[in-house]
């Protein structure tokens, strides 16, 4: 990684290899995705207009990213809510703002669309992380978050 001609922008489908590859720091005990079905996953996301993958890029290596997903909603006026997941930034260029950007940039589209709040979850072991999170403004305690395991 040359680290010289970073960039971050939304994602488009020539970043699906590089995002994969970066999802294997994220989940490193999941099996891999083949790559057809991860295909046919991004043509999904691409059609959806209340999806977006922002990732930071060093030439063409994909060395940070998050995801966010706006969901409609029939309370607070039918403002709707935004859902942060997969932050990850590859080892080697951590703690250089790179996060802190795509996050900006996941939070001023739900505030473009009207959201009304963005959530995120994270591993309760993720310490760091978690300062993170509040260091832009996420609050840790305001609500209880939930998860329940499907697969």
């Known amino acids: ?23 294997r720091q994220l989940t490193p005990d999941d099996p891999p995705l083949e790559p057809s079905k991860a295909r046919d996953i991004w043509r999904t996301i691409e059609s959806n207009d209340d ?7 060093d030439g063409r290596d994909v060395v940070s990213s998050c995801n966010i997903a706006i969901v409609p909603n029939l309370t607070r006026s039918g ?5 942060i997941e997969n932050v990850v930034t590859h080892e080697a260029w951590r703690r250089r703002g790179i996060a802190r950007r ?8 739900a505030k ?23 260091s832009l403004g996420f609050s840790g305690t305001a609500k209880v978050g939930f998860h329940m395991k499907l697969k």
């Not at 403002?79 to 859902?83: D, L, N, P």
């Open 112 to 134: 473009a669309r009207g959201c009304y709040k963005v959530c995120l979850l994270s591993n309760h072991t993720r310490a760091e992380a978690h300062a993170f999170y509040e």
């Open 1 to 23: 990684m040359s680290q010289g001609t970073l960039r971050e922008r939304v994602a488009v489908r020539d970043d699906l290899p590089g995002l994969l590859e970066l999802y």
């Open 51 to 57: 999806l977006r993958y922002f990732v930071a890029v």
């Open 102 to 109: 795509l996050m900006g940039m996941a939070i001023d589209f």
């Open 79 to 83: 403002a709707s809510w935004a859902i």
